[in-house]
């Protein structure tokens, strides 16, 4: 199974700025997903990062605010732009080899706005 | 709507019960599930998975069983430990209509009492 690494593990950010984590991956997939997890309860589906070309965006998350890159099979990034408190959240990166098989996730970000 | 739900917050069990956590699905169309398990501090843990066309499937410990009649899902855990302390989500996949991501379930605390 692939193995995913986040950084940063967690970040203390002021309003009005912006944050990028970087997600890396020991394998190339063909999927790969951000997730948000607001403390105790479920992961909610940010975008779609697709490997060259513009993420896909789930309703309520726009591209202004989560830009996405995946420059290749193995690495993204999630900015998260111009943060409030209400963007205080576990942030997590995902990837798929295939449909139908395990979706596997890295530990997270854990995002905090003051 | 659609949605993946699940029918106990928490799930208190003695050390070496067998447990049994549920889920309910309102989708007709997911043709893969998955069951994960989150520690603090971490990404969910991929446990066992099942296809649509599957009613039961096995792994080590663990048993997921899938009733489409009734859209019920289910994750049984034997002879738990005070390990499997944890959450435990399950997730589905719609077929394919383009997104390729999974729906996660609000989520089931497993507490293991020694």
């Known amino acids: 199974s692939a193995v995913i690494s986040q950084k940063p593990s967690r970040d203390i950010c002021q309003r009005g700025t912006s944050l990028t984590i970087q997600c890396q991956v020991d394998?190339?997939?063909?999927?790969m997903f951000w997730y948000r997890q607001q403390p105790g309860q479920s992961l909610t589906l940010i975008a779609t990062?697709?490997?060259?070309?513009?993420?896909?965006?789930e309703s309520g998350f726009v591209i202004d605010k989560f830009p996405i890159s995946r420059p290749n099979l193995t690495f993204s990034t999630l900015t998260v732009s111009n943060m409030s408190p209400e963007d205080s959240s576990i942030y997590l990166c995902?990837?798929?080899?295939?449909?139908?098989?395990?979706?596997?996730f890295g530990n997270g970000t854990r995002l905090t706005v003051t | 709507g659609e949605s993946v739900g699940l029918h106990l917050p928490t799930l208190s069990v003695q050390e070496g019960d067998n447990s049994i956590i549920n889920c309910a699905y309102s989708?007709?169309?997911?043709?893969?599930f998955i069951w994960y398990k989150q520690e603090s501090g971490k990404g969910p843990q991929f446990i066992i998975d099942?296809?649509?066309?599957?009613d039961k499937r096995q792994g080590q410990r663990v048993t997921v069983l899938l009733n489409k009649t009734v859209k019920h899902l289910s994750l049984q855990i034997a002879a738990t430990q005070p390990g499997d302390s944890a959450v435990y989500f399950c997730?589905?996949?719609?077929?394919?209509?383009?997104?390729?991501?999974?729906?996660f379930g609000s989520g089931t605390r497993l507490q293991v009492q020694p």
């Open positions: 997730a589905e996949k719609k077929r394919d209509t383009g997104r390729r991501a999974l729906t």
């Open positions: 099942i296809r649509s066309n599957m």
């Open positions: 990062a697709n490997q060259g070309s513009e993420a896909t965006y």
């Open positions: 394998s190339q997939v063909t999927m």
């Open positions: 995902s990837a798929r080899q295939e449909d139908n098989s395990p979706l596997h």
């Open positions: 989708n007709s169309a997911s043709d893969y």
